[in-house]
């Protein structure tokens, strides 16, 4: 969250999603806090696929940002 913070500070977060692996849970809680931090709900919350997972590691979840850079909108 710390590094989502710092991010906000050089640039807007246009949106975000926030994905899981097999922890709807976790990826709820975090969606939530994370709704509160900056204003608005995830595009979207859901599953990766089983190739991703086995990969991350069953239980990970994570948040795709996407934002303009800087103050002067540059994106």
């Known amino acids: 969250m710390n590094k989502i913070k710092k991010r906000r500070k050089a ?3 246009l949106r975000y999603a926030v994905i899981h692996a097999n922890d709807l ?5 975090l969606s ?3 709704t509160k931090e900056i204003g608005f709900p995830p595009t979207y ?3 990766i696929s089983t190739v991703v997972a086995m ?9 795709a ?4 850079e800087g103050r ?3 994106g």
Do not use: D, N, P, Y
């Open 45 to 47: 919350l859901m599953e």
């Open 11 to 13: 640039g807007e977060i």
């Open 32 to 34: 939530q806090e994370f």
């Open 25 to 29: 849970e976790r990826a709820t809680k």
């Open 55 to 63: 990969s991350a590691g069953e239980g990970c979840v994570a948040i």
């Open 72 to 74: 002067g909108g540059k």
């Open 65 to 68: 940002l996407s934002w303009t």
